[in-house]
């Protein structure tokens, strides 16, 4: 009888631990069948293992988070290489359009016999505005590659905005003049410190106050206020131009993107300014934002930490 039981004993044992080993065996087999499959271009594809044996479930787990780093490194690589090819191809784009015009001016000038004095000076003037053109758009070139390299490092120190923020607005003085724009200005009249790099600081205002004057001349309203928040100081520089359409408005820091209205050549500047602008924001500590309602208001806004 003691015989008989152990017997029967011995035979479950052993039906468990085939039954166990052919379930191993699936479920290995699954894991080799998923893994052709992801292997062949379905990244989509994740190890669903039903299974009570917790190291193998713990396996399924780490490959799937293998997988999802392996896609994310793949999405990442591929929106890499299309912005590549974008770049390539406005760089491509911004410096034919005046070097081809740069060109023709002066083989009309060398070759063209009929033209007159003044008709040669006012090409002159042309190729020369063309020649800054290509010389400002190969300096923004350099300066955003120095900046993404981190060869340049801001001297972070005490900066008094109240100072700052009507120093760059009489050096643009002229041009706000030329555009019959007064600007409406909101700054206290108390010192108002921050954490950051006065160069800096008057690179972005420049930039922001240039685009502003450049792509919102239509809106006869151009302003820049400061204001607190939780520690913070925002910069807002608004205009009431054309504004930035919700299609092109994610898009306007990268490098450069100009968007389809601003590809008239009166308008266009290099589709730099506003990459540079953000990383030297950023390069302080800071975080910069874009909001559009077009034909309304279109309002620039930084923030640095204040001091």
């Given at each position: 009888?003691?015989n008989?039981?152990?017997?029967?004993?011995?035979?479950?044992?052993?039906?468990?631990?085939?039954?166990?080993?052919?379930?191993?065996?699936?479920?290995?087999?699954k894991?080799t069948?998923?893994?052709?499959?992801?292997?062949?271009?379905n990244?989509?594809?994740?190890y669903?293992l039903?299974?009570?044996?917790?190291?193998?479930?713990?396996?399924g787990g780490?490959?799937?988070?293998m997988?999802d780093?392996?896609?994310?490194?793949?999405e990442?690589t591929r929106?890499?290489?299309?912005?590549?090819?974008?770049?390539?191809?406005?760089?491509s784009?911004?410096l034919?359009?005046?070097?081809t015009?740069?060109?023709?001016?002066?083989?009309?000038?060398?070759?063209d016999?009929?033209l007159?004095?003044e008709e040669?000076?006012?090409f002159?003037l042309i190729?020369?505005?063309?020649?800054?053109?290509?010389?400002s758009l190969?300096?923004?070139?350099?300066e955003?590659a120095?900046?993404?390299?981190?060869?340049?490092t801001?001297?972070i120190r005490r900066?008094?905005?109240?100072?700052?923020?009507?120093?760059?607005?009489?050096?643009l003085?002229p041009?706000?003049?030329?555009?019959g724009?007064?600007p409406?200005?909101?700054?206290?009249?108390a010192?108002l410190?921050?954490?950051?790099?006065?160069?800096?600081l008057?690179?972005?205002l420049?930039?922001?106050l240039?685009?502003a004057?450049?792509?919102?001349?239509e809106?006869?309203?151009?302003?820049?206020?400061i204001?607190?928040?939780?520690?913070?100081v925002?910069i807002d520089?608004?205009?009431?131009?054309?504004?930035?359409?919700?299609?092109d408005?994610?898009?306007?820091f990268?490098?450069?993107?100009?968007?389809e209205?601003?590809r008239?050549t009166s308008?266009?500047?290099t589709?730099l300014?506003?990459?540079?602008?953000?990383?030297l924001?950023?390069?302080?500590?800071?975080?910069?934002?874009?909001t559009?309602?077009?034909?309304?208001?279109?309002?620039?806004?930084f923030?640095?930490?204040k001091?």
């Amino acid at each position: 009888m003691l015989n008989l039981a152990l017997f029967l004993v011995l035979i479950s044992l052993g039906i468990f631990l085939f039954l166990r080993y052919f379930h191993l065996l699936h479920q290995l087999k699954k894991i080799t069948q998923i893994t052709r499959e992801i292997q062949a271009g379905n990244i989509n594809l994740r190890y669903r293992l039903r299974t009570p044996q917790k190291d193998l479930e713990d396996l399924g787990g780490e490959l799937n988070r293998m997988v999802d780093h392996f896609q994310n490194a793949f999405e990442r690589t591929r929106f890499l290489e299309e912005e590549r090819k974008r770049m390539i191809a406005n760089i491509s784009h911004d410096l034919r359009t005046p070097l081809t015009s740069l060109l023709g001016y002066l083989e009309a000038l060398q070759h063209d016999e009929t033209l007159t004095v003044e008709e040669k000076e006012r090409f002159l003037l042309i190729a020369a505005q063309k020649g800054k053109d290509l010389r400002s758009l190969l300096q923004d070139f350099f300066e955003l590659a120095r900046l993404e390299e981190d060869d340049s490092t801001p001297e972070i120190r005490r900066v008094n905005l109240a100072e700052i923020v009507p120093e760059v607005l009489v050096g643009l003085y002229p041009d706000f003049m030329q555009a019959g724009i007064t600007p409406v200005v909101g700054i206290p009249d108390a010192p108002l410190h921050v954490r950051g790099d006065a160069a800096y600081l008057r690179r972005i205002l420049n930039n922001l106050l240039t685009n502003a004057l450049r792509y919102g001349l239509e809106g006869k309203e151009i302003g820049i206020g400061i204001r607190e928040e939780a520690g913070l100081v925002w910069i807002d520089v608004w205009d009431r131009g054309k504004g930035i359409s919700a299609q092109d408005l994610p898009h306007v820091f990268e490098r450069l993107y100009t968007g389809e209205a601003s590809r008239n050549t009166s308008l266009r500047g290099t589709g730099l300014g506003l990459t540079i602008t953000k990383n030297l924001v950023e390069k302080q500590g800071g975080q910069i934002t874009v909001t559009s309602t077009p034909n309304e208001k279109t309002i620039f806004s930084f923030y640095l930490i204040k001091s």
